[in-house]
């Protein structure tokens, strides 16, 4: 099993929607967990760091369950600049950080 | 600050050579990641530093791989011999503290190994 997993995409939806990515991780001891977005043919960015009680950031709201290995972001009111590349990063610490991404989930934005 | 900064932005080499990759991390930071990403295996770890030594490696493929970081400014990640397989984009990224805090990342190098 991947540390990281992802739903594969790619999501298609049109201007104003809302989408939900989902992500699970393997390892429970995990303390960190972010979400970074990657456009086309450039470097990941830091999107939202999720916390345990949960956290938004304008249209974007990020949940952590702990007890299920889970987190997930939602996007409201899509726009088409929110097509990209949504990664799911995990700071699987032990004795030292291992930062480990998802594979992604596409994102296209229809007008 | 600039940012990270990584070169080349491309290269094209054959088959066997070596290929040496740089990174300069942002000042300060201390945390210093490399990821090889590809469309098969996304993007994966391969080496981690922190205050200038190497943390975990067992990302690395295989011998062929080496990574150093000589001082706080500098990393190398460097392939002898490069095959065909190893043609991925390879980003450097750093953290001011450790992997719990945003990692930013330099804009990659495009490695072609015909």
């Known amino acids: 099993r991947k540390e990281v997993e992802q739903d594969p995409g790619p999501f298609n939806v049109p201007e104003g929607a809302t989408v939900a990515f989902n992500c699970t991780y393997s390892?429970?001891?995990?303390?960190?967990f972010f979400w970074y977005r990657q456009d086309c043919r450039k470097e990941p960015k830091l999107l939202m760091s999720?916390?345990?009680s949960g956290n938004e950031d304008g249209r974007f709201t990020a949940q952590l369950n702990r007890a299920s290995q889970y987190i997930s972001l939602l996007i409201r009111d899509s726009k088409l600049s929110d097509s990209a590349t949504y990664l799911c990063v995990v700071n699987s610490k032990t004795s030292y950080d291992k930062v480990i991404f998802g594979p992604g989930t596409s994102l296209s934005v229809i007008p | 600050d600039a940012g990270v900064i990584q070169s080349p932005r491309h290269e094209v080499t054959e088959m066997g050579q070596e290929v040496t990759l740089r990174c300069k991390p942002i000042s300060g930071h201390n945390s210093l990641f490399w990821y090889r990403q590809t469309m098969m295996r996304g993007l994966e770890l391969l080496i981690y530093?922190?205050?200038?030594?190497?943390?975990?490696d067992s990302g690395m493929p295989e011998d062929r791989f080496s990574a150093k970081m000589p001082n706080a400014s500098f990393s190398t990640l460097k392939i002898q011999p490069s095959e065909p397989r190893d043609s991925a984009v390879y980003f450097c990224?750093?953290?001011?503290?450790?992997?719990?805090?945003?990692?930013?990342f330099g804009q990659g190098t495009r490695l072609t190994v015909v």
């Open positions: 999720v916390y345990s």
């Open positions: 390892n429970s001891a995990s303390q960190s």
């Open positions: 990224a750093s953290s001011l503290l450790s992997g719990d805090t945003e990692a930013f």
């Open positions: 530093f922190n205050n200038n030594v190497p943390i975990d």
